[in-house]
């Protein structure tokens, strides 16, 4: 029989054989977690060098998953999360690997400094006073008493551009603030600050950029949708207006001031559209009512009459009314002295009108203000060769007809001054020699003008019939009298046909 102590020695001498079995099981099971783990942050960590964001983070949710205490893969996560903009979720994670690990002083210094990019100064502060009292590394101590340096700063600048705009001086406080947010990126409320600054100081354009900023840092943010709807509304965008106002709907679509502004801004930019389709169709005067009703719809925003009379001014132009062109783009012209399009409208109406200086005034002007334009170049070229053509032989001025007329109204011109210097009406032989001449004129002006491209030339400032201007040929009509006798002025056809003589 085994006694007592026998036992008791003999489990003695067992147990330290015991504990280490059942620590190699325990280290066993841990270790087939922790390899687990090792290989999901392992390939967390390649995929993340090779810019595979998404799949990156897939595995370090992964090594998350298998081991909820692994600061480590909260910190490889919250890496992830910066390189893909999202910094509040970088924030939870580094949060979280400061509470699991308290002396990590990497992540609570980059914990430091995005809450400084949010504008949290204090929070920001505590984080870098709490690196320097963990025994951080020299370069870890720079770095932190660096910013706690630039937080205190921006801090006491953000103060003073707080009371700079309670006390209304909006020039200043948008001084102090491109300084902080060069800095705090991230604070939507201090963009919100220097925007309404921009807007009071009168350059609301300016405040979009801060609006657009501020409308993503905060998730739920329909008012910022609205204001910059309204803006692009004031400043004649009404396309990029409609858009914005839109997104303010989809936040919430009971917003008052969101659906009537929607309501107006979708109307008149239905309005435009229908003008502009009417434009491109080539139906001017339809075009013309439209932007009419467009300065109806919308008559307290200048900038949209302004831009409705540029195209008013522009079908008038290419409808060829040259007198109500002038006079719509000179209005323009009067509100807005640099308008090219207005220039050029103006400088094809003046033409027509045949005041080819002044259509040479607005076309350099045109072209001071856009240098790179080739049409414009060609334009004001062809305005020079028309100046230089009408300073000699000018077939519209012959026929008494405009350069809009059409072939009917020339023929009819042509018929009845054919008719009353023809030679044989003159017995005087000064006089009939002046009739043959002026006869000779009349017949070419009538040729050339309804000859679509001989006028198509004489419209771009080259005479087809002068031998000046053509290659090694003769002018056809610089030639007797004799050669016009049986010219019949009533025929349809050109001055070489011959259909019967006058007695």
């Not at 996560?77 to 990497?106: N, P």
């Not at 949290?120 to 006073?129: I, Y």
């Not at 900038?303 to 006079?327: D, G, L, M, P």
Request: charged share 35%.
């Amino acid at each position: 029989m085994v006694s007592p102590r026998a036992c008791v020695n003999k489990l003695g001498s067992a147990l330290p054989l015991l504990l280490v079995l059942w620590d190699l099981h325990y280290e066993g099971a841990e270790c087939g977690i922790n390899a687990e783990v090792e290989r999901e942050l392992e390939m967390g960590k390649k995929l993340l060098a090779a810019g595979q964001l998404a799949d990156a983070l897939s595995h370090f949710h992964a090594a998350i998953e298998g081991d909820s205490d692994n600061y480590f893969a909260y910190y490889r996560r919250a890496t992830v999360y910066l390189a893909m903009g999202k910094s509040k979720a970088a924030i939870r994670d580094l949060s979280k690997v400061v509470e699991l690990k308290q002396d990590f002083t990497s992540a609570r210094l980059q914990r430091g400094h995005l809450l400084l990019k949010q504008g949290k100064f204090d929070e920001a502060e505590e984080d870098f006073k709490r690196v320097l009292y963990s025994n951080p590394s020299d370069k870890e101590e720079t770095e932190a008493r660096s910013q706690l340096m630039k937080s205190s700063e921006m801090q006491r600048l953000s103060s003073q551009a707080q009371s700079a705009f309670l006390e209304e001086d909006y020039y200043t406080v948008i001084g102090l603030l491109d300084e902080v947010l060069d800095v705090c990126v991230w604070d939507a409320e201090l963009r919100e600050l220097r925007a309404e600054s921009y807007i009071r100081e009168g350059e609301p354009g300016k405040a979009i950029g801060d609006l657009k900023a501020a409308a993503k840092l905060r998730s739920d943010n329909p008012e910022a949708f609205y204001r910059i709807s309204t803006i692009y509304y004031q400043l004649g965008d009404h396309e990029l207006s409609l858009s914005e106002v839109r997104e303010c709907l989809k936040l919430d679509q009971d917003h008052k001031a969101c659906f009537s502004h929607y309501k107006q801004v979708k109307k008149l930019n239905k309005q435009i559209l229908a003008a502009e389709e009417l434009i491109g169709e080539g139906r001017y005067e339809d075009a013309i009512d439209k932007y009419e009703t467009v300065m109806k719809t919308e008559p307290k925003v200048p900038v949209y009459t302004t831009r409705a009379k540029e195209r008013i001014c522009h079908c008038f132009s290419k409808n060829q009314q040259s007198t109500e062109a002038i006079r719509v783009c000179t209005e323009v012209l009067q509100l807005e002295r640099e308008n090219v399009n207005a220039l050029r409208d103006r400088a094809e109406a003046y033409l027509l009108e045949e005041q080819y200086e002044e259509a040479i005034q607005d076309y350099e002007r045109a072209k001071e203000l856009s240098e790179n334009d080739q049409q414009i170049l060609e334009d004001l070229e062809r305005a020079q060769r028309m100046l230089k053509q009408s300073q000699k032989r000018d077939y519209y001025k012959i026929l008494g007809v405009k350069r809009n007329a059409r072939k009917q109204e020339i023929i009819k011109a042509y018929r009845k001054l054919a008719m009353q210097w023809h030679p044989d009406n003159f017995q005087n032989e000064e006089e009939k020699k002046k009739a043959e001449k002026k006869f000779i004129d009349i017949a070419a002006a009538k040729e050339v003008l309804t000859d679509p491209e001989m006028r198509s030339k004489f419209d771009a400032g080259e005479d087809p019939l002068d031998a000046e201007s053509q290659q090694g040929g003769g002018n056809p009509f610089h030639r007797s009298w004799n050669s016009w006798q049986g010219f019949d002025p009533f025929s349809s056809g050109g001055p070489f046909k011959f259909k019967f003589h006058f007695n």
